[in-house]
């Protein structure tokens, strides 16, 4: 029923497709066959690109932004993506997994989640490990998104002061231990942003270990029943292009409907009320303030941590004319090849 049709399917590795003939759509693109190749190194897809074996690469590391876009007979396609990268902390367990804290769950205590975001230095971040290529954010959504509001997307300076006073008034003066679990190949500069993070908390007490590994091992290890983990990197693209699907999805308390994928468990009644509000309003304005009531609980809360929102960044030989999308979706039929 696509305007594609399935030839091989190697998962994880390539998938090859061609044209369907008897699609009922509007044909948008001139292309018999693709193939996609899976290939987890990202100085090998640059190199595969630039010496004309690829025709289109997705995404580009920003460290190799210049390189291609410096060579002639290739472009980037660039646009600020929905998915906003978080830290996400285990709300709900009595004793953490992954700490050296015994008997009670510090991070329960908003202190010390408020504490963790005010150490790190996210604008350092953005302007020295993504280069520029990412939009420091204190929303879980950010622009592009319906609902989004600017004005209350202030992420508090750094205040190493403030965070340590936190911690000391929680009962937690010299800090604790606590493992970051991170995924090293499934977003922008994953690894690099968590190794940054470490010596930031460390600047406050937090004796942090890292432990990087792949996405499919990260996922397996984030997503519930299982959910291995205390303190953990994700990213989340609204689907809807509307905020109230990250608040239900991540931030409604688990009820089996709601929150399914709030893997913390966080909780908050009221912004469960104000969710459900949120999803039958029909007139604009009331419901552009429900939401900033959301994001003004949710920052209160500090229910996660948000980072930053990537900017998708691809790249491919000035032949190749594409639509990008915002949510990183990669539409074969909006290709055409000069």
């Known amino acids: 029923t696509g305007p594609f049709r399935l030839v091989l399917r190697e998962p994880d590795r390539r998938t090859i497709v061609e044209k369907n003939p008897l699609w009922w759509g509007k044909v948008e693109h001139n292309l018999d066959r693709v193939e996609f190749d899976v290939i987890g190194s990202a100085p090998t897809r640059v190199a595969g690109l630039l010496s004309g074996e690829l025709d289109m690469i997705y995404s580009v590391p920003p460290q190799d932004m210049d390189r291609i876009a410096r060579t002639p007979g290739y472009k980037l396609w660039q646009t600020n993506e929905l998915r906003t990268i978080f ?3 285990d709300q709900g367990r009595d004793q953490l997994l992954k700490s050296d804290v015994k008997g009670k769950n510090p991070l329960k205590d908003v202190r010390v989640r408020e504490a963790f975001a005010l150490a790190i230095d996210e604008p350092a971040i953005t302007s020295r490990i993504m280069r520029g290529q990412a939009h420091v954010t204190w929303e879980m959504w950010g622009p592009g998104v319906n609902g989004y509001n600017a004005e209350l997307d202030k992420r508090p300076a750094v205040d190493l002061a403030r965070a340590k006073q936190l911690l000391a008034e929680a009962g937690y003066p010299n800090g604790f231990g606590l493992t970051l679990d991170c995924p090293n190949d499934r977003y922008v500069n994953d690894e690099a942003i968590c190794t940054a993070i470490v ?3 460390a600047r406050i007490g937090m004796k942090i ?13 984030i997503g519930a029943p299982n959910f291995d983990t205390s303190f953990y990197m994700l990213g989340w693209t609204p689907g809807t292009y509307d905020a109230h699907n990250p608040l239900f999805a991540l931030l409604g308390t688990r009820s089996g409907a709601r929150g399914e994928l709030n893997d913390g468990g966080y909780s908050n009644p009221k912004l469960d009320a104000l969710i459900d509000q949120i999803g039958v309003e029909t007139d604009q304005a009331k419901r552009q303030g429900m939401l900033d009531q959301a994001i003004e609980i949710v920052r209160a809360d500090v229910a996660y941590i948000p980072l930053h929102q990537q900017v998708v960044v691809w790249a491919s030989k000035t032949s190749v004319e594409l639509d990008q999308m915002a949510d990183n979706f990669f539409p074969f039929r909006y290709v055409r090849v000069k």
């Not at 270990?209 to 290890?221: D, P, R, V």
Request: no cysteine; aromatic share 6%; net charge positive.
């Open 209 to 221: 270990e890292l432990n990087a590994q792949t996405k499919a091992k990260h996922f397996g290890m």
């Open 87 to 89: 830290l996400g902390m």
């Open 199 to 201: 010596p930031m908390l």
